[in-house]
């Protein structure tokens, strides 16, 4: 509108073109304070330690979606504490690390502690370490001191690793376990927990190897220089300086307990068994009695049998009255001996059926 006004005005074309560029240069201006402002303030930072990073630089991370804070103060940082490119510090190298979803300064702090303490790390393998999850400053900074890890931990709720002894004594130990970080197995190695699993395997095979519980309680280094000679540590992210047995107290007596419980089973069993035998007997002792019921009844049913072939021998003359009659002289004595003898039917009725 302006330019359309001053145009009016002047009806000359160079006015207007003049015009035109002035508002150009100013709107240049502009942007360039808007750059300068935000911008210049780093760009001197880099520019005062040497750190090669250009206002170009700048305003291409923030094209990328880079924060330019963080790679010029991590640069900064690294190159104050005498590091350069030649260790991988490059402006490429940190960004790429970034929109990889790394922690920059974490890496830089990591590889000034390294270098500080003569730990031989390269920015690759920090970066590595980094994006694979690990905290790589605090793996150097257990490297340069290590940690002590209690065995169990007690976050799991146990608070003892429990072992037995050959002669069935339970022995209740607590270990501390320290450790270094191992750089070269950071990546991909296992850590605390299984640290912990490993030493409280060797605890318990430890004590289960002695013959007595006494032996572990006058000698328990003996269960750390097991522990040790096995190379628990293979495989882990950790280099195992010592294990130190902190304290070692007497459990139960496992092997009395357990012969104890073998000796109810046993008698459990027994009882069992003779039931099964007294159940046994029992039904044998039934059928016996079915048996002798049966029997009486044939007898009984032979006996019915004889008054019939008496009589069908009367018929048919084989008997006569006078056999017939010493035949029933014969009878009542037997009855009356057996009276006597007390093995008739009165014995037969006092005798439990």
């Not at 790390?121 to 209690?150: C, F, H, M, W």
């Amino acid at each position: 509108m302006i330019a359309t006004l001053f145009a009016q005005q002047n009806p000359s074309p160079w006015p207007t073109y003049a015009l035109f560029i002035i508002l150009a240069l100013v709107g240049i201006t502009i942007i360039g304070g808007i750059f300068l402002a935000k911008y210049f303030n780093l760009w001197i930072q880099a520019k005062m330690t040497s750190a090669s990073i250009s206002i170009l630089d700048l305003i291409g991370m923030s094209l990328r979606k880079v924060n330019p804070n963080i790679i010029v103060r991590s640069k900064v940082m690294a190159y104050q504490a005498g590091l350069s490119e030649k260790d991988g510090l490059t402006t490429r190298a940190l960004e790429a690390h970034y929109l990889a979803g790394g922690n920059v300064p974490n890496v830089v702090r990591a590889l000034i502690a390294a270098n500080r303490a003569d730990i031989p790390l390269s920015y690759k393998r920090a970066a590595a370490i980094d994006l694979a999850g690990r905290n790589v400053l605090e793996a150097v900074q257990t490297s340069v001191n290590p940690k002590v890890i209690p065995c169990p931990d007690p976050s799991s709720g146990r608070q003892s690793i429990d072992g037995v002894a050959t002669n069935g004594i339970q022995l209740k130990v607590k270990a501390k376990v320290t450790v270094r970080t191992n750089l070269d197995r950071l990546v991909g190695g296992a850590t605390d927990e299984t640290i912990i699993a490993r030493v409280g395997e060797g605890i318990v095979n430890a004590i289960g190897s002695a013959d007595t519980h006494e032996q572990v309680l006058e000698k328990p280094d003996t269960i750390s220089k097991r522990v040790l000679e096995k190379g628990l540590d293979a495989g882990t992210a950790y280099e195992i300086l010592s294990i130190d047995i902190a304290d070692v107290d007497v459990g139960d007596n496992i092997g009395a307990n357990l012969q104890a419980l073998q000796a109810e089973a046993d008698t459990r069993v027994a009882r069992a068994k003779a039931e099964e035998r007294r159940a046994f007997a029992v039904a044998k002792e039934q059928e016996m009695q079915a048996q002798v019921q049966e029997n009486r009844a044939k007898v009984v049913a032979a006996e019915a049998e004889v008054p019939m072939a008496i009589a069908d021998a009367f018929r048919q003359g084989h008997l006569g009255i006078l056999d017939y009659y010493h035949l029933r002289n014969v009878q009542a004595d037997t009855e009356m001996r057996n009276a006597i003898a007390g093995t008739g039917n009165a014995r037969r009725e006092n005798s439990p059926s």
